[in-house]
């Protein structure tokens, strides 16, 4: 089974609707977070998350919430989706060590499409 | 906060040739530089990283160098092959508990056989 795993991996769905992608990991990981990858412009970060209890946002949280359930738990929510949310969303894992609070270990990607 | 620069955002190499792909940062206090790759429908993989008291670090036959006064860093990949097909991307950050990555654009690899 994968380290990180993302589902669904794949979902088109209408503006408006309610979305949530889920992600879960066995790393054992404290830190958690979820990206957008759009063609150009990289890996952005929407949210992250240091500990249970601890939720942060990142460079592009508008239009998206995130929920930590549990240490290896961690879903992020389109309360109403647009069409610019299309794009392939990546959550990832990091240790809190120093020297490994930047190595990520990330999930095989959800692919949304908004119509 | 940091700016990542990636160039070229595509590349494409003839099988045995070297590949060369760049990024410049913005933030001086930055010192610590992965490399990504991200193979078709998976997600990024670390095979890299570089500290701002090196130059330069190889494994096999991939090397990373790093000119802190001007602010950019490669990543060299020597006799490609195939495989080595995908999409890379470099980052930036303080490596303190705190600090987040700053990916670059990415660049995709083509290795013709």
């Known amino acids: 089974d994968a380290d990180v795993t993302q589902t669904p991996r794949n979902r088109i769905t209408k503006t408006g609707k309610r979305i949530m992608l889920e992600c879960s990991q066995t790393k054992g990981h404290d830190r958690m977070y979820w990206y957008r990858q759009d063609p150009g412009l990289g890996l952005r970060l929407i949210y992250y998350?240091?500990?249970?209890?601890?939720?942060n946002k990142g460079e592009i949280s508008d239009g998206y919430s995130v929920s930590r359930q549990a240490q290896a738990k961690f879903s992020l929510s389109l309360e109403s989706a647009i069409p610019n949310q299309t794009a392939l969303y990546f959550c990832?894992?990091?240790?809190?060590?120093?020297?490994?609070?930047?190595?990520?270990?990330f999930g095989a990607g959800s692919r949304l499409t908004v119509l | 906060g940091e700016n990542v620069e990636q160039h070229p955002s595509t590349l494409s190499v003839q099988e045995g040739d070297s590949a060369v792909i760049k990024c410049t940062y913005s933030d001086s206090a930055s010192n610590y530089f992965p490399w990504y790759k991200q193979e078709l429908g998976k997600g990024p993989q670390l095979i890299i990283d570089?500290?701002?008291?090196?130059g330069e670090k190889k494994d096999q036959r991939i090397a990373v160098t790093l000119n802190k006064t001007a602010k950019h860093f490669s990543l060299h990949i020597t006799e490609t092959q195939p495989e080595d097909s995908a999409v890379y991307f470099c980052?930036?950050?303080?490596?303190?508990?705190?600090?987040?990555?700053?990916f670059g654009g990415g660049t995709r690899l083509m290795v013709k056989p």
């Open positions: 570089i500290r701002s008291n090196v």
């Open positions: 990832a894992t990091s240790d809190s060590g120093y020297s490994g609070a930047n190595v990520l270990t």
């Open positions: 980052a930036a950050s303080w490596n303190n508990a705190g600090n987040m990555l700053t």
């Open positions: 998350s240091f500990d249970v209890k601890d939720i």
